[in-house]
């Protein structure tokens, strides 16, 4: 159910009544104690493929990461949204507590779902703040979810101040 706490010690924030997914059935946000600042990445630099229209659909965040870490191979935790994403584990950033690895960073859609499904209903302890997605604009810019208006709109990648990352996941 929608709000409960999932096996990640995080929140459930989707649930695929209608088997529209395959591969998931429920998307999960992390606990806020995982929540951090960070730029989506170090450069300007092309990831074609988290980019378009289906990069942004719910189901895509985990293709999106996989694919913002081949490009930036050599960026860090801290210097990429989608590197710290896939390497959240209990204790990663210390005092994040989660019995699970298997995060990622969530794309424009999956970023509007926990929005709509967690923020609006005042649960999850979430920022006021700008959430970065996995959706790629262009080249120079992506994709961020505005958790205080629900607005969307891109920005440069490797933007300070940094924008709030919550890892997702899928299962």
Known sequence: KIGVQGPGGGLIFFVDY???Y???NYLEAAP???EVQRTWSSANTAVTAASGWAAQAVGQGQANTTAILAVFGSDTTSDNAAKYADALASGVPGGCVTSKDD???????????????????????????????????DANYAWYQYFTSGDQDYNPKSTTPFFYVRPVRAF
Do not use: H, I, P
């Open 18 to 20: 209608n088997d529209q």
């Open 22 to 24: 395959a591969g998931f």
């Open 32 to 34: 806020v104690s995982c």
């Open 103 to 137: 995060w990622f960073l969530g794309s424009l859609g999956e970023m509007m779902l926990m929005y709509t499904n967690l923020r609006q209903a005042g649960v999850g302890g979430f920022s006021a703040g700008k959430y970065w997605s996995s959706s790629e604009y």
